[in-house]
């Protein structure tokens, strides 16, 4: 057991000589711009400004390089117990991305396990060392939720019994964010989280761990406002990171700030290309091309989409990145055609889409929306039968994985295709009934942060519904709510003005319109949307 230990942990440790290893993180230190950071520890005073250098990276999720700097002063310092604690972290990876895979799993493990025998750690860092352990800590049978939580309550018993310790303030209230559940609406672990780090960010308006984490916290419809700030900040802060760059597109996203988030993700692309971050690069080209697409610059979207399989191609799924894993970077080259489709409401091209299988259920299921979407509503509803039940099969292998949270999200993505299945069929008021219970399900949750949105949100496609069906009034509800929960959206400002019109209510109609012309004014494209409402404002 102790050779399989030693082996696992060596090879989280760089091949690179020790003194080439630490003159290149030399190097690092004195050229990035990741921010400001101080996180006191026992080991040997000559690898301070390396240590620090790794939080920061481990503060902006980047976590390949946080490792790199780890495993240069353990090089120097073999008895630094709190560089295996940065190993296990980065292990561990993006907090908000979902469950771990085994191989993490087993090198987080023997991290924090050699963290725990190494060395002669204070008794606070013994505190880090033994939460960390504690994501790790019967992996194999105790579900991934319960060892989130049990981290959660070590970090806490960090900040309780050192409470001198404002980097552990800042790792709890990550913690705690990191736990929050997707339905519940009073945002109680995001508010808790952002009650801790908003004071510091005001008493260290330098540091990255801030900004970054209080972006995550605030990244709800509810809340997106109060993370402006840190959103307009952060990329400032740590401008050599390229998640510092794309986060703030996060919330920019979330309150319809699309130019905002255009210029953030094209540098956090171009930063993650220069830095071989495969998985980074395709994450930000997602949220590039989600808010393209509301301002109608489909040319450049048809770009983004262009490039994207070339990107894919050095995505290396066994290796250690940044803040975005593997699974990100699939899920960023499925949704984008996947949207380049649905957003123009191209329902053939939609059905049309290829089927390229990937290592994650999840991601699978967003061709096969978009493919059943687009069927049904081209005329076709037959041929979506086979990609709704293939969305069922794909929500029953995420049951058998215990991944509730995406299996709950593919079943509504199931729902809402057989809903426009039945309408596209004559069953009109059984499909308005069945969409509007997906969207009431959808409402209970949120979006991951894989993601900028739904790829349709469900409560829009019910208004597009309603609108067919001659029911403008409950239409205008639905693109209503859902402006409101998704302001910013061209589909939902359209919407909204066509419901408006129809019922009668010019005035309403023409300040949708006009909002639609706003959100669009960049447009690259004449989309029939934009001269119906250009006529319409003129006219009226």
Same mark, same amino acid.
């Given at each position: 057991?102790?050779?399989?230990?030693?082996?696992?942990?060596?090879?989280?440790?760089?091949?690179?000589?020790?003194?080439?290893?630490?003159?290149?993180?030399?190097?690092?230190?004195?050229?990035?711009?990741?921010?400001?950071?101080?996180?006191?520890?026992?080991?040997?005073?000559?690898?301070?400004?390396?240590?620090?250098?790794?939080?920061?990276?481990?503060?902006?999720?980047?976590?390949?390089?946080?490792?790199?700097?780890?495993?240069?002063?353990?090089?120097?310092?073999?008895?630094?117990?709190? #560089?295996?604690?940065?190993? !296990? %972290?980065?292990?561990?990876?993006?907090?908000?991305?979902? +469950? $771990?895979? *085994? /191989?993490? @799993? =087993?090198?987080?493990?023997?991290?924090?396990?050699?963290?725990?025998?190494?060395?002669?750690?204070?008794?606070?860092?013994?505190?880090?060392?033994?939460?960390?352990?504690?994501?790790?800590?019967?992996?194999?049978?105790?579900?991934?939720?319960?060892?989130?939580?049990?981290?959660?309550?070590?970090?806490?018993?960090?900040?309780?019994?050192?409470?001198?310790?404002?980097?552990?303030?800042?790792?709890?209230?990550? #913690?705690?964010?990191?736990? !929050? %559940?997707?339905?519940?609406?009073?945002?109680?672990?995001? +508010? $808790?989280? *952002? /009650?801790? @780090? =908003?004071?510091?960010?005001?008493?260290?308006?330098?540091?990255?761990?801030?900004?970054?984490?209080?972006?995550?916290?605030?990244?709800?419809?509810?809340?997106?406002?109060?993370?402006?700030?840190?959103?307009?900040?952060?990329?400032?802060?740590?401008?050599?990171?390229?998640?510092?760059?794309?986060?703030?597109?996060?919330?920019?996203?979330?309150?319809?700030?699309?130019?905002?988030?255009?210029?953030?993700?094209? #540098?956090?692309?171009?930063?993650? %290309?220069?830095?071989?971050?495969?998985?980074?690069?395709?994450?930000?080209?997602?949220?590039?091309?989600?808010?393209?697409?509301?301002?109608?610059?489909?040319?450049?979207?048809?770009?983004?989409?262009?490039?994207?399989?070339?990107?894919?191609?050095?995505?290396?799924?066994?290796?250690?990145?940044?803040?975005?894993?593997?699974?990100?970077?699939?899920?960023?080259?499925?949704?984008?055609?996947?949207?380049?489709?649905?957003?123009?409401?191209?329902?053939?091209?939609?059905?049309?889409?290829?089927?390229?299988?990937?290592?994650?259920?999840?991601?699978?299921?967003?061709?096969?929306?978009?493919?059943?979407?687009?069927?049904?509503?081209?005329?076709?509803?037959?041929?979506?039968?086979?990609?709704?039940?293939?969305?069922?099969?794909?929500?029953?292998?995420?049951?058998?994985?215990?991944?509730?949270?995406?299996?709950?999200?593919?079943?509504?993505?199931?729902?809402?295709?057989?809903?426009?299945?039945?309408?596209?069929?004559?069953?009109?008021?059984?499909?308005?009934?069945?969409?509007?219970?997906?969207?009431?399900?959808?409402?209970?949750?949120?979006?991951?942060?894989?993601?900028?949105?739904?790829?349709?949100?469900?409560?829009?496609?019910?208004?597009?519904?309603?609108?067919?069906?001659?029911?403008?009034?409950?239409?205008?509800?639905?693109?209503?709510?859902?402006?409101?929960?998704?302001?910013?959206?061209?589909?939902?400002?359209?919407?909204?003005?066509?419901?408006?019109?129809?019922?009668?209510?010019?005035?309403?109609?023409?300040?949708?319109?006009?909002?639609?012309?706003?959100?669009?004014?960049?447009?690259?494209?004449?989309?029939?949307?934009?001269?119906?409402?250009?006529?319409?404002?003129?006219?009226?």
């Amino acid at each position: 057991m102790i050779r399989i230990l030693a082996a696992l942990v060596s090879s989280l440790v760089l091949a690179a000589p020790a003194l080439a290893q630490h003159e290149e993180h030399a190097a690092a230190t004195s050229t990035e711009k990741l921010g400001t950071v101080e996180f006191a520890t026992s080991c040997a005073p000559p690898v301070k400004a390396e240590f620090n250098h790794a939080v920061a990276l481990l503060h902006s999720f980047e976590f390949r390089r946080a490792a790199e700097g780890f495993n240069a002063v353990l090089e120097r310092d073999s008895s630094c117990a709190m #560089a295996y604690w940065g190993l !296990a %972290l980065c292990q561990w990876g993006n907090p908000f991305a979902g +469950l $771990k895979t *085994g /191989a993490l @799993l =087993e090198r987080g493990n023997a991290a924090a396990q050699k963290g725990l025998a190494t060395g002669s750690p204070t008794p606070r860092e013994r505190a880090y060392l033994e939460a960390v352990a504690a994501l790790y800590k019967d992996y194999a049978t105790v579900p991934h939720r319960e060892r989130g939580l049990a981290y959660e309550r070590g970090m806490e018993r960090v900040e309780r019994e050192f409470p001198s310790d404002e980097e552990g303030r800042m790792f709890y209230a990550l #913690a705690v964010s990191q736990n !929050a %559940l997707s339905t519940d609406k009073t945002y109680a672990n995001q +508010l $808790k989280a *952002g /009650a801790i @780090l =908003e004071p510091l960010f005001k008493k260290y308006p330098d540091h990255p761990g801030l900004a970054h984490y209080i972006i995550h916290a605030y990244d709800a419809p509810a809340l997106a406002p109060k993370a402006l700030d840190a959103a307009r900040r952060y990329a400032s802060i740590a401008p050599s990171a390229p998640h510092a760059l794309h986060m703030p597109s996060h919330t920019f996203t979330r309150v319809g700030y699309w130019k905002d988030s255009i210029e953030t993700n094209i #540098a956090s692309e171009r930063t993650s %290309l220069e830095q071989n971050v495969a998985g980074e690069a395709l994450h930000a080209m997602d949220y590039q091309t989600y808010a393209y697409l509301q301002t109608a610059q489909d040319q450049k979207a048809l770009a983004v989409m262009r490039r994207a399989p070339a990107v894919l191609a050095r995505l290396d799924v066994n290796a250690m990145g940044g803040a975005a894993p593997p699974v990100a970077g699939f899920f960023a080259s499925a949704a984008i055609p996947a949207r380049y489709a649905l957003e123009r409401g191209a329902w053939a091209q939609a059905a049309a889409l290829e089927v390229r299988p990937s290592p994650f259920p999840h991601v699978d299921a967003i061709t096969h929306f978009a493919r059943a979407v687009g069927a049904a509503r081209s005329g076709n509803p037959a041929a979506a039968a086979a990609d709704v039940q293939r969305l069922a099969d794909l929500r029953d292998k995420l049951l058998e994985m215990k991944d509730a949270y995406w299996s709950e999200q593919v079943d509504i993505q199931r729902r809402v295709a057989e809903a426009w299945i039945a309408f596209a069929e004559g069953q009109r008021e059984q499909g308005i009934e069945m969409l509007r219970a997906a969207a009431d399900a959808e409402d209970k949750t949120d979006k991951a942060a894989i993601t900028p949105g739904p790829l349709a949100p469900a409560r829009e496609l019910l208004g597009e519904m309603l609108l067919e069906a001659q029911d403008a009034k409950a239409a205008l509800t639905a693109f209503e709510a859902t402006m409101a929960k998704e302001p910013g959206r061209f589909r939902g400002a359209y919407g909204a003005a066509r419901a408006a019109e129809a019922a009668g209510d010019r005035a309403a109609a023409r300040g949708h319109y006009k909002r639609l012309l706003e959100i669009a004014g960049a447009a690259d494209t004449s989309r029939p949307e934009l001269e119906r409402a250009r006529a319409f404002v003129k006219q009226s």
